[in-house]
């Protein structure tokens, strides 16, 4: 009889909501304003492929601790906000496959990434990153990696592990030479470096056999190596605002680079803004296959 009488008694509670039970009190106000008395998962987005969750332009200074349970997110954008770390309980979120944290004050990543082995798409680009761990590269399934507009100068050995990663955006930073961890991509269709310290490009581009966008402007690079012109894959080559003067012969050899292009959207080659000496500059007006010609017919005078 007895234990009828607590089952009834159970019953009438109603269900229980766990989440909530005991931890109500150690939200933040931040979360309490986003909750307002909802279950977290409430704000969960699904969609065909992905659980997404966004907390994009909110102006927050810290991310709300309740999103740490929601381990079913599979898309998280934090982007735009005034993010200064990233609590190592984002190695919670185990499912993340695009993680976008663009445009935060974030001055380095914790080594629990390496958590996130789902983890395909990166965008850590416009912050205040001077360093990236080398557990990063425990992220083998990662394809695109942007880490543009930062303050960095190197990158772990380690990336060369990375053998997914096919596009990687390295500009604005302040590397003085492309990484040799690099050269070990070789899946990699898109690199772009414009807008750091680079005087040179290593003979090992020619390793990057797959690469059909490679990004140089606005360097101060010297020549135009000849390593390049075994890149045939290249669909667009961007060497604007450089500092060359001469052009290989084997330019040629690039059959896939369609024009001399002027927009930056364009494929082709561009090479405008350099110092090249005459009659290089008159060519390059007159179109491409005008300069592949003279090219080659110097090769054989």
Known sequence: MGVRQSRARSKDKGPKRVLFTGRRQKFSPWDDALLSGRDPRSLLKRGMHHVSFSLVTRGM????????GLSEVQKLNLSHNQLRVLPPEVGKLTRIVVLNLCGNRLKSL????????SLKVLFVNMNCLTEVPAELSLCRNLEVLSL?????????GGFADLSRLRKLNLSNNFFAHIPVCVFSLKELIFLHVGSNRLENIAESIQHLASLQIFIAEGNNIHSFPRSLCLVTSLELLNLNNNDIQTLPSELHLLCRLVRIAWNPMDKGLHISHNPLSKPLPELVEGGLEMLFSYLKDKKHT
Request: with cysteine; proline share 12%; aromatic share 8%.
């Open 110 to 117: 914790p080594r629990e990434v390496s958590l996130l082995q």
């Open 148 to 156: 543009s507009h930062n303050c960095l100068s190197q990158l772990p």
């Open 61 to 68: 200074t810290d991310i709300p601790d309740f999103l740490w």
